[in-house]
């Protein structure tokens, strides 16, 4: 490791005087190699709860032996989800045959919509799913997920109604380690290894990616303050998996506060960037780049990956990228964009679809006037645009065509996805549309755009800060005239 920066030591220093932490790190500002520092420190036991099996691995080969290195459902998996993995290793079905095993035979009727069986079947398992994410400790009305199209209080109610004792019975399958009719999932054990109270056995814990972590995981770890000392890391301005159920459980944390602000993934330049967008999010960091590093921000003829802010932005980049003949890969979202192209040929054929955002939809037509006249239906219309513009065939076509990443000449990625990665040079998707006008004007005359909000900003500085040498910023180059004064809230 390089020597440690002031911060880095400050960290060291706090962590062997026994505190809580928690530690804000900024975007390659060597958070592992930190807590690596941190665990060298001591001869104590401990403990660190990894984001994904993959960063776990890294950090094992990093830490000292005297530090386990596991995610949070390997650690439950070990403790209680052993006992199901018969139920673990069943075939995927589709959720209308556990529905049908449950007893989901016929369709209701709510209002002016016909809910059919696939409907509420994949209703009642994403119920159980968001159960699980929860720290809740009975499964309650208020995880039924709101269905696109029953926006009514009353409709909800009686959907909910007719969910819960089929949620309540798949839970009560899932608890069978040999048989069952609902396919088991890993975040079934986890979930169940919560309820149990557990204690992890260490002198001190570190929590990787806190800002993402889900209230089951977060009420596990605070429960452990009685015997550990805690330390959470994480960036609160990549909080974005907000509509998953995570939430970033760092600002409220009883414990020291510290920051990692200097980044050795990028220079001034690219630092300067993602300040623009930390200011924005309010978030408690600002960032120093690190003075040798070469970059640059302007316009890229040939980046190394473009980024863009939805799974329906990132194929149209593909099919644009394609028509140009190059080869491109695209992380992840394959199988969620070619069902959605399933589902719209269906409409287009005059075909009922069972995909769980269009099963009220009757036609294609339908689809195209929510999209265009409904506020709900803002968020459908660049997939109705992209549907309409290539037709479903070729939306397929093209997902056949994607290449593996290291044959490429392009990655394709939602900035989602892209977290925890970095390229080159990158280059900001078209997809990131600016705030809309207000009704106020300035002294010129110009319309006054709306704030930039918390969950855009903190999105545009993930996307900001993947690049190491070059950044385009494309679709968010809109921020350079932005009268980013009236946005900082």
Known sequence: MHTPTDEQAHAADTFRAGHHLVLQAGA????????????????????????????????????????LCKTAHATAYAALGHRYTNRLNSPR?????????????????????????????????????????????TLAH??????????????????????????????????????????????HYLKMWALTGPRLEADF????????????????????RGHAQLVMVGDSAQAIYGWRGARDVMSGFDATPLTLTRSFRFGPLIADEANRWLTLAD??????????????????????????RTNI?????????????????????RQQLAALALAARDLKDGRRTSHPELVLFTSWGELQDYAAYDPAGRDVQPFVDLVDTHGPDAILAAVDQ???EEHADVTVSTAHTAKGREWPTVQIGNDFPPPKDTDQHDAQGRPIPEPVSDTDARLAY????????????????????????????
């Not at 806190?210 to 209230?215: E, K």
């Open 28 to 67: 390659g500002t060597g958070k592992t190699s930190t807590l690596g520092l941190l665990a060298s420190s001591t001869r104590r036991r401990g403990r660190y709860l990894a984001f994904n099996k993959d960063i776990a691995r890294d950090a094992a080969t990093r830490f000292p032996r005297t530090v």
């Open 93 to 137: 079905q589709p959720a209308w045959k556990t529905g049908q095993a449950l007893g989901i035979t016929r369709p209701l009727r709510i209002g002016d919509h016909e809910i059919g069986p696939r409907a509420l079947s994949h209703t009642v398992l994403r119920t159980v799913t968001r159960y699980c994410y929860s720290a809740d400790s």
């Open 142 to 187: 208020h995880h039924v997920p709101r269905m696109r199209g029953l926006d009514a209080a009353d409709d909800h109610a009686q959907l909910v109604g007719q969910v819960m004792p089929f949620a309540l019975k798949a839970w009560a399958d899932l608890h069978n380690p040999e048989r069952g009719v609902v396919r088991f999932e890993h975040d």
């Open 205 to 224: 814990l570190f929590l990787d990616e806190a800002q993402d972590t889900n209230p089951v995981l977060e009420e596990v770890f605070a429960a452990q």
């Open 283 to 308: 978030a408690p960091i600002r960032l120093t780049g690190t003075e040798a590093n070469a970059t640059d921000v302007g316009v890229l003829n040939r980046p190394d990956a473009v980024l863009c």
């Open 313 to 333: 932005g990132a194929m149209a980049e593909v099919m644009r990228l394609l028509g140009a003949g190059h080869r491109v890969a695209l992380t992840r979202g």
């Open 402 to 404: 994607l290449t593996d």
């Open 462 to 489: 993930v996307a900001v800060t993947r690049a190491r040498r070059q950044l385009d910023l494309g679709g968010l180059s809109w921020i350079n005239t932005h009268p980013t004064t009236c946005s900082v809230v």
